[in-house]
């Protein structure tokens, strides 16, 4: 039995989550709806995500600040200009993807029962309460803008701390860190229940009435993915960019798609960056910040579906607004919520751009919610695998400065 589980761990866990992709699929296909029983293994595993994630980026933060020495330089200033950078490019792809391929909708209804947000004020409003958020309330809802703030605050208060009370916190953040580990072995077990429950649940058959506008989402996701992304990486660190790509949407994209949240792949994404040798310091608060507000794949579903909508009702798009609606895209976008379906109530505060009533806007956002089994995961694998991709890219082009900077010291 020992044996078994050793030679199982020691196989790589992309192919163990493909193998639970596997399996899910022929038990979706073969069984009857009555096991549906099945699904609990994804429940367990996404809950068990959510439930660690909090803890763990509260004791890293808190020992990362802690022990920070003066002197010692992070990347965060050139990560939050790569992931607005790309936030935006993300935007731009979308609305100019709606121009050559523009899509009408079959309005439909379903969602009126949802309240979106009234304006950007409101948006940027919640950002700013989420802030202060009381610390134990933040850590309960994964309040991710409060747990950072609180964490970094007691991070810098401990900073004179004896040794023996740092001891302690990177005892706690050894241990949560262990825990992860554990629950991501489970991945492909949790992998087999969402994906069964996906196929059992919804199937796919209502995805081809919206075959266009699919086309349209996913096609510019796999651009920004495969395309924008590998030459903003490419740029700051002049070398092959693919490698990289391939290895965060392999490991990071793939635990994402089927559990829908960025905040339940942050444990995901942070064991990631370890595996990559990244600077603990650093990733340590740039992904649990990245799945907050870096949401290139929002982006894309706000503006597509906003211009879907305008087109819909025969409504002239100038340019002036189509540059308005990139800006108000990538802003809202960083003020989506991390769980599944977040950034569909952005779309209504998008549409008032050109004037659409929020009754009509509703329409839209069901008709999102009828295509999330696929919009919603891929952008989800898009937003959480460049949370680690724009991490990487930071440390690794101050790397390459850093080297040249010795080089030509050499020189001289």
Known sequence: MKNGLRKWNQISIVKRILLGLAIGIILALTLPNGAKWISIFGDLFVGALKAIAPILVFFLVIHAISNHKKGNKTNMKSIIFLYAIGTILAGLVGVVASFVFPVSLSLTTGAEDLT???????????????????????????????????????????????????????????????????????????????????IVTSGLSTLVYYGRLLLVLLGCMLFVALVVNPLIVYVNIRRNPYPLVFTCLRESGITAFFTRSSAANIPVNMRLCEKLNLDRNTYSISIPLGGTINMAGAAITISVLTLAAAHTLNIEVDLFT??????????????ASGVAGGSLLLIPLACSLFGISNDVAMQVV??????????????????SSTDVLFTATAEYAKKRKEELNSHQTEAI
């Open 322 to 335: 189509a540059v308005i609606l990139i800006v108000l895209s990538a802003i809202s976008a960083a003020g």
């Open 116 to 198: 979106p947000p009234s304006g950007i004020v409101e948006v940027l409003e919640k950002l700013l309460y989420n802030i202060v958020d009381n610390p134990v309330n933040a850590l309960m809802n994964a309040n991710y803008i409060g747990i950072l703030t609180w964490a970094i605050l007691l991070g810098i208060a401990l900073r004179s701390a004896k040794e023996t009370t740092k001891n302690v916190l990177e005892n706690f953040s050894n241990a949560i860190s262990l825990l992860v580990k554990w629950v991501i072995n489970l991945a492909p077990i949790g992998i087999m229940g969402l994906v069964f429950d996906a």
């Open 366 to 383: 069901s008709v999102g919610f009828i295509i999330g089994v696929l919009q919603d995961s891929c952008e989800t694998a898009l937003n």
